[in-house]
């Protein structure tokens, strides 16, 4: 006859196997639903870094042909570029712009260029110019749109 009491330790013992493996089971139910989320993450970050590298790449500004090689009209400022290397009406528009008392608006750098301001269709390629320089780093615009130089 079997030993009640070893009998009695063994059904413990497989109660207590049967209840770890549920748990076990949950855990690795858990770790695989993780691991699936983290996929679907994974997927959605590199397809929204795709749209990003595109976009980026479609807003660079393109590059003009001089000599028969391709170069950036306004070049983006950063170290080794000088104002220099812009064409000498942008560096006429900086120019005007650090001469002002304070942050101006596009109109106020007309004047100062001497552009005739009350005609709209010689203020807006200068305003133009201006957003450009800003969008290249050389110039900095407020919410108010005015214009001004970095400090």
């Known amino acids: 006859m079997l030993d009640p009491e070893l009998l009695e330790r063994i059904t413990a013992r497989r109660a207590e196997l049967d209840e770890l493996e549920e748990q076990l089971t949950k855990e690795l139910a858990d770790v695989r639903a993780e691991r699936d989320e983290l996929a679907v993450a994974e997927r959605v970050l590199e397809r929204v870094s795709e749209q990003l590298a595109d976009e980026r790449a479609s807003a660079m500004p393109a590059p003009g042909q001089v000599g028969g090689r391709a ?6 400022r950063e170290p ?11 560096q006429r528009i900086l120019a005007a712009v650090r001469q002002a008392a304070g942050p101006v608006m596009a109109c106020q ?6 552009v005739d301001i009350s005609v709209r269709g010689k203020l807006e390629p200068l305003r133009g110019k201006l957003v450009r320089l800003v969008d290249r780093g050389w110039l900095r615009k407020l919410p108010d749109g005015r214009f001004t130089t970095f400090l």
């Open 71 to 76: 170069v950036m009209l306004i070049p983006p």
């Open 109 to 114: 750098v007309g004047e100062m260029l001497g």
């Open 80 to 90: 080794g570029v000088e104002e220099a290397m812009l064409p000498p009406d942008y």
